[in-house]
């Protein structure tokens, strides 16, 4: 059985492979879009830029839960939550008398911000 010292050791080496995985998938699709994004369709662009923001975010994430631990420098989780609140609400009040660009942006947005809290 491990004690508590191996398992947090072992939770941090983890922690640092999917933060490595993360910066080279990153990585890669940066090259990908600076090389072919002339040659995509505008959606797929979209979909890669909006996949490189939340897999920066969680890089972030990742990197002050290493150096922080699970509770990290701010309440970050808590601030997101009331963002994501915040967001719904104003998407519930005025979603009907917003403009099509501007409701798919927001949808985004409150989509983003529930994946980034899976990985919280």
Known sequence: MKNVGEKDNCETKNRIKELENLVEKNTRTERHLEEYSDLSDDESVEMAKDKQNRRENTIRNLENTII?????????????????????????????????????NLKNKIENKKDTLKTF
């Open 68 to 104: 922080y631990g699970d509770g990290g420098p701010t309440p970050e989780k808590e601030n997101l939550e009331k963002k994501l609140q915040y967001s719904e609400g104003y998407l519930n009040q005025n979603g009907e008398h917003m403009d099509e660009t501007d409701l798919e």
